[in-house]
């Protein structure tokens, strides 16, 4: 698998080499566009807007716009001249706990895998930081933006998420209220909460969503009719402390329902 990034992990005075590879994929069924009365492919040309004429990717260049339709071109060379050697690297600028960063600035997840003669400062870094519960913060230039990091220990290497900048976050448009509650109402709550709870294991959960529209898909393949499944009516009930209690026994009920015994894996032969 290729790397998406390649660079140095500085840790003072130590470098790691390192290359960074893509830690999720999308597993999105993905459609082209077709025109309604022949399905042919529909295509996409790049034209200037001044003569009309289609542009080869070899004529285009990037432009900023200062005024209104004035634009200054940049080349590859510009955005070369505004990485310093540091932004090559990946510069860890302080150790934080990531209980510290609220979720919202996480953004892209990346394995960071050590490269030739870097194991052991690799191994050191890690370590260090799992022994003391610590994550990195970092900065590097990836492509034409500078990204903010965040170096995080496994057991088994280092994780980099790509954090948004301050400036990139969006706060809440409008608080929510925060009416009184009653000791029961909580207390409900926490009840239903505390008997929901169970150890996270995703490899339990799927998409559902597109695997019913895959076969969809399949189905229209074959020649097949589809039919829709029935959907379970919602509950008519508004009283919150009815709802909990509803909630409470319909969790007890499920949890005494048989279990569907889940397929043999297949081993390798």
């Given at each position: 698998m290729a790397a998406t990034h390649k660079g140095a992990i500085s840790f003072g005075l130590v470098h790691i080499p390192v290359a960074l590879h893509t830690a999720t994929q999308d597993d999105d069924i993905h459609f082209n566009q077709l025109?309604?009365?022949?399905?042919?492919?529909?295509?996409?040309?790049?034209?200037?807007?001044?003569?009309?004429?289609?542009?080869?990717a070899g004529d285009i260049v990037k432009g900023f716009e200062?005024?209104?339709?004035?634009?200054?071109?940049?080349?590859?060379?510009?955005?070369?001249?505004?990485?310093?050697?540091?932004?090559?690297?990946?510069?860890?600028?302080?150790?934080?706990?990531?209980?510290?960063?609220?979720?919202?600035?996480?953004?892209?997840?990346?394995?960071a895998v050590p490269e030739s003669g870097g194991d052991k400062a690799y191994e050191l870094l890690r370590r260090a930081m799992l022994d003391e519960g610590k994550v990195a913060i970092a900065k590097t230039v990836m492509g034409q933006s500078e990204k903010l990091l965040c170096l995080i220990p496994t057991e088994k290497g280092i994780l980099i998420e790509t954090l948004f900048f301050f400036s990139e976050v969006k706060e809440m448009p409008k608080?929510?209220?925060?009416?009184?509650?009653?000791?029961?109402?909580?207390?409900?709550?926490?009840?239903?909460?505390?008997?929901?709870?169970?150890?996270?294991?995703?490899?339990?959960y799927h998409d559902e969503y597109q695997a019913r529209l895959r076969q969809i898909i399949e189905a229209k393949i074959s020649g097949q009719e589809i039919t829709q499944g029935a959907e379970e009516e919602p509950s008519n009930i508004i009283n919150i402390m009815e709802a909990l209690q509803a909630s409470l026994q319909q969790v007890e009920e499920d949890k005494k329902a048989p279990k569907k015994p889940r397929g043999r894996k297949k081993t390798a032969s």
């Open positions: 025109c309604k009365e022949d399905g042919s492919r529909i295509r996409y040309k790049k034209v200037c807007g001044h003569c009309g004429k289609e542009v080869s200062f005024e209104k339709g004035k634009y200054v071109t940049m080349t590859e060379e510009d955005f070369e001249k505004a990485k310093t050697p540091k932004d090559r690297n990946i510069q860890i600028l302080h150790f934080s706990n990531i209980q510290d960063i609220r979720p919202i600035y996480f953004d892209k997840t990346y394995h608080e929510p209220a925060h009416p009184e509650l009653s000791e029961a109402e909580l207390t409900m709550a926490k009840t239903l909460v505390n008997s929901m709870v169970q150890e996270f294991e995703p490899e339990k």
